[in-house]
């Protein structure tokens, strides 16, 4: 910037700064701007208080975040048990179409499905256990 003598520069420090800015006398402290000061120190820490609340128990907050996750987390253990299960059933399947041994096929069609030759009878032993006489009170003769 090129400085002419006679004429004050145009810097910074000429321009004509406002008086609150200034720290005039009666304006600094007055009580209006202590007030307004206040007034929005406390509408800040209220918004700040509204906005940790809805972030911790709203529609999206952080409670519901925490039961979708341990929901999610159930579900995968739920869906990596389903299969498993399935893999075992797909191999047992397959070893029963490849077998072609007549007598395991009969023997799990009879064990597993109550099935029988047309010509046979099933007869169905019962344990001991369920032959106990069922608690309660007891008929005098």
Known sequence: MVRIPGIP???????PVPAFARGAPGVRGSPLRRRLRLS??????????????TTL?????????????SERLRLEREVADLQRRRAEI???LVALRDTSDTETLERIAREKYRMRRPQEKVIEIVGEDALAPAPGPVADE
């Open 57 to 69: 128990t709203g529609a999206n907050g952080l409670r519901t975040y925490l039961d979708l996750r």
């Open 40 to 53: 929005l120190l406390w509408l800040g820490g209220a918004a700040v208080l509204v906005l940790s609340y």
């Open 9 to 15: 520069s145009a810097s910074p420090s000429s321009r």
């Open 90 to 92: 797909e191999t047992g």
